[in-house]
């Protein structure tokens, strides 16, 4: 098994009961999650993956584990294969999530902090709209997520080409 296909079943997990999951990206923020999602009601859910128990045992090390109001995640789980990680090896309030035979398995649901980083939670999403800005180029992002111009869009015509400028679009010396 590849560290991918964890990060993917713990997508496809954490899709199930959030609106909004983002996984592996790198950020300048001192914790980069493997999986994290938002349920609507605000909460947050973050997923670790860990393939080797040396990379577990590691990842004790950080910062943001032994200070845990310094981390992302209301609720926090480590997804592994099974036996990797046992229920006596967590850190408190931890969940943990095993793979067999391709099926997520919870066993033992996280019990929440409530006293998570939100400043890095936020820092972590305005990185993703950041980058999501520049992917679409000139268009302001609100734009863009209203779906304005979805017609052209899918005719794979610029959204740009024949927007016609008015005079109040545009300041003049």
């Not at 923020?29 to 609507?40: H, K, L, Q, R």
């Not at 973050?46 to 950080?62: G, H, S, V, Y």
């Not at 391709?102 to 980058?131: C, D, W, Y």
Request: a positive charge; aromatic letters at 6%; hydrophobic letters at 35%.
């Amino acid at each position: 098994m590849r560290h991918s296909t964890l990060v993917a079943m713990g997508v496809r997990w954490l899709s199930r009961q959030c609106s909004v999951v983002l996984y592996e990206f790198a950020t300048e923020a001192d914790e980069n999650p493997d999986v994290i999602g938002w349920v609507p009601a605000a909460g947050s859910v973050l997923i670790e993956c860990k393939l080797t128990r040396p990379d577990f045992l590691r990842d004790a090390t950080k910062t943001v584990r032994r200070n845990p109001r310094s981390g992302m995640g209301q609720r926090r789980y480590y997804l592994c294969p099974a036996d990797l990680i046992q229920v006596k090896d967590l850190p408190p309030k931890w969940g943990l999530l095993w793979v067999t035979k391709g099926q997520v398995t919870v066993k033992r649901e996280a019990r929440g902090h409530p006293e998570r980083n939100l400043a890095a939670e936020v820092r972590f999403l305005t990185s993703m709209l950041r980058r999501a800005q520049i992917r679409i180029g000139t268009r302001p992002l609100s734009e863009w997520l209203r779906g304005e111009n979805r017609f052209e869009a899918k005719r794979g015509i610029s959204p740009t080409l024949h927007r016609v400028i008015r005079k109040s679009d545009c300041t003049l010396p």
